[in-house]
T-cell receptor
Framework: KQEVTQIPAALSVPEGENLVLNCSFTDSAIYNLQWFRQDPGKGLTSLLLIQSSQREQTSGRLNASLDKSSGRSTLYIAASQPGDSATYLCAAQGGKLIFGQGTELSVKP | DAGVIQSPRHEVTEMGQEVTLRCKPISGHNSLFWYRQTMMRGLELLIYFNNNVPIDDSGMPEDRFSAKMPNASFSTLKIQPSEPRDSAVYFC???????????FGPGTRLLVL
């Protein structure tokens, strides 16, 4: 049974810092790994999808990496801004999409 | 495109009442997903449709929950009878394929008193 874990549960950084969010999964038989953003009281917004055959994906200031053999993915956010404050969820798809509990990020001005 | 549309956005009901949640997926998407989000359990998949056919309903908690997708542009999730432990945010999502990027609706916040 796939289990997805995100560390840390919460993170507070000053504006401008580069930061890394971590995601680990127990079953490496996945189709893809997805990162989402959720703002309070809102739905999820897809950020990046990494296919199982890929090592990383980039979108603007975001870079996500995938290491299937170790069951890990990271989301790197460069030059963080207050508008990046949200909860970030990773999800591993091997059939169904299994979500981690999320990392709540706060970027202070 | 308007994105995934869900209604109602908020629902307050009393225990024992029937609740129906509605979802309109993005046009052209052939996969539709219903999720439930709670503080305790996080985000869980309830049921997944592909081309209007239920593929995986293993996440449906019990017989009180049922879901239908009569056509490619509409799906319902029904709870009958509702219980306080059903209180959660219910999300609908759609994707072009079962393994592609999923696009989420704004959710329905359900409170069962």
């Amino acid at each position: 049974k796939q289990e997805v874990t995100q560390i840390p549960a919460a993170l507070s950084v000053p504006e401008g810092e580069n930061l890394v969010l971590n995601c680990s999964f127990t079953d490496s038989a996945i189709y893809n790994l997805q990162w989402f953003r959720q703002d309070p009281g809102k739905g999820l917004t897809s950020l990046l999808l990494i296919q199982s055959s890929q090592r990383e994906q980039t979108s603007g200031r975001l870079n996500a990496s995938l290491d299937k053999s170790s069951g890990r993915s990271t989301l790197y956010i460069a030059a963080s801004q207050p508008g990046d404050s949200a909860t970030y969820l990773c999800a591993a798809q091997g059939g169904k999409l299994i979500f981690g509990q999320g990392t709540e990020l706060s970027v202070k001005p | 495109d308007a994105g995934v549309i869900q209604s109602p956005r908020h629902e307050v009901t009393e225990m024992g009442q029937e609740v129906t949640l509605r979802c309109k997926p993005i046009s052209g998407h052939n996969s539709l997903f219903w999720y439930r989000q709670t503080m305790m359990r996080g985000l869980e998949l309830l049921i997944y449709f592909n081309n209007n056919v239920p593929i995986d309903d293993s996440g449906m908690p019990e017989d009180r929950f049922s879901a239908k997708m009569p056509n490619a542009s509409f799906s319902t999730l029904k709870i009958q009878p509702s219980e306080p432990r059903d209180s959660a945010v219910y999300f609908c999502a759609s994707s072009f394929s079962g393994e592609g990027t999923q696009y989420f609706g704004p959710g329905t916040r359900l409170l069962v008193l």
